[in-house]
């Protein structure tokens, strides 16, 4: 009884580490935020907006673009999509603000009610593609692309995760070649 025991044993010590093994190959490209570094080339990402359109980062080539992931539940998101709003209409010429919600899709009409306040797309996470950005831990996190589609803004480098009007002005009017462009 002992020598079947222990062949059994064995099967299922390799069946558990196998199991560990796959979940780790699985793992990095979850949480590669690592990876990421400013001035090299943005991760692959594809928006797919409430209405089913599909947005991708190659074809915005020549704008900045603000990629920022968000919740419904999340206070300080419901704080900073109003100002990113302003902020994309007031330079709409050159920026382009992508919104990735984190919410499920139960909660879908949550999602459209905050997404109809806002003058930028919006689409689920879960439809959309941005592994590329990591496993997202913290909320609100925004990640700024150049016109040339390199990482400008690495999120997870933010001591302060919130946006505001100065930091916006800081680190991303720059990149605009200047102030207001709405006019354009």
């Not at 390799?14 to 793992?27: E, K, T």
């Not at 209405?51 to 419904?72: K, N, P, S, Y």
């Not at 999509?81 to 949550?110: C, I, K, M, N, W």
Request: proline share 7%.
């Amino acid at each position: 009884m002992r020598s079947e025991a222990a062949p059994r044993l064995t099967r299922r010590a390799f069946s558990l580490g196998s199991g560990l093994l796959l979940v780790a190959a699985a793992w990095p490209p979850l949480a590669r935020s690592n990876a990421l570094r400013v001035g090299t080339p943005a991760p692959p990402t594809t928006l797919v907006t409430l209405d089913g359109e599909r947005i991708d980062l190659e074809a915005l080539r020549g704008q900045v673009v603000l990629v920022t992931f968000w919740a419904t539940w999340c206070a300080p998101c419901r704080v900073e999509l109003p100002l990113l709003s302003r902020y994309a209409t007031q330079h709409r010429a050159a920026l382009r603000v992508l919104g990735f919600s984190l919410d499920a899709p139960a909660q879908l009409a949550e999602v459209r009610r905050v997404a109809q306040t806002l003058s930028f797309p919006v689409g689920l996470l879960e439809r959309s593609q941005a592994q590329g950005y990591g496993r997202i831990w913290r909320l609100p996190v925004s990640f700024v692309i150049d016109r040339a589609g390199r990482l400008a803004v690495d999120g997870w480098r933010e001591k302060k995760p919130s946006l505001s009007a100065e930091w916006l002005e800081q680190h991303v009017t720059p990149l605009l070649g200047g102030g207001n462009d709405a006019r354009a």
